[in-house]
C-alpha cells in the first residue's frame, strides 16, 4: 500500500498534469502516447507480469530513444513541441507503469528478474530528460516528468528488497505460471 508522501506525491503531480493541460489544450496537436500495436502488446503480456514489465520498459525506452533523435537533430522544425510532446508521453507511461507495478507489488508477483534492469534504465531516463536546454515551453512538462521517473524509480528501488525477502520466504511454486498469475500468496 503506498504510503502518503507517495500519495501526495501523485495528487500533486496530477493537479500538475490538469493545469499543464488546460494551459496546452488550445491549438496543440492531439497524438496518443500508445499505439494501438503497443497496446497489444501490454495486453498480450498480461499473464506475465514479469514480462509486461519488460514491455512496459520498452515503450518507455523507445519515447526516450525519439528524444535523443530530436536532441541530436537541432534544426529540426517543431523541435520544441516534439520534446515536449515525448516529455509528456514518459510522464503519462511511467504514471500508468507505476499502477501496475503497484497492482503486482500487492499482489506479490515475482518481478525479481526485472526490476534491477528497470531502476538502470529509469536512470537513463532521468539523464536523458534533463539533456535538452532549459526552455520556458517545457519546464514544467519535464519536471513533471523528472518526478514521476524519480518517484517510480524510488519505489521500484525499495520494491527490490522487499520481493527479494518475501519470495525467500515464500519460494514460488516451479511449476506456477510466470509471475506467479492466478497464485496470490497470502500471509
Not at 58 to 84: F, H, T, Y
Not at 147 to 176: C, G, L, R, S, W
Request: aromatic content about 4%; hydrophobic content about 40%; proline content about 5%.
Amino acid at each position: 500500500m503506498p504510503n502518503k508522501k507517495i500519495v501526495a506525491k501523485r495528487v500533486l503531480r496530477i493537479c500538475g498534469w490538469i493545469a499543464l493541460c488546460a494551459l496546452s489544450a488550445h491549438g496543440q496537436r492531439h497524438s496518443t502516447a500508445i499505439s494501438e500495436a503497443e497496446e497489444e502488446k501490454i495486453r498480450d503480456a498480461a499473464a506475465d507480469p514479469a514480462h509486461r514489465v519488460v514491455v512496459f520498459q520498452e515503450i518507455i525506452e523507445a519515447r526516450v530513444q525519439r528524444m535523443q533523435s530530436i536532441l541530436a537533430d537541432k534544426r529540426a522544425q517543431g523541435r520544441r513541441e516534439d520534446l515536449k510532446q515525448n516529455m509528456e508521453d514518459i510522464s503519462g507511461l511511467v504514471d500508468e507503469f507505476e499502477d501496475n507495478l503497484e497492482e503486482y507489488d500487492k499482489a506479490h508477483r515475482d518481478l525479481r528478474k526485472p526490476l534491477p534492469k528497470l531502476v538502470t534504465a529509469m536512470e537513463r531516463w532521468e539523464s536523458v530528460l534533463k539533456q535538452p536546454p532549459v526552455d520556458e515551453s517545457y519546464e514544467l512538462t519535464r519536471k513533471l516528468a523528472l518526478e514521476t521517473v524519480a518517484d517510480v524509480k524510488a519505489e521500484v528501488t525499495e520494491m527490490i528488497p522487499a520481493q527479494a525477502a518475501y519470495f525467500k520466504a515464500h519460494p514460488p511454486d516451479k511449476n506456477a505460471n510466470p509471475g506467479g498469475v492466478g497464485e496470490i500468496h497470502h500471509e
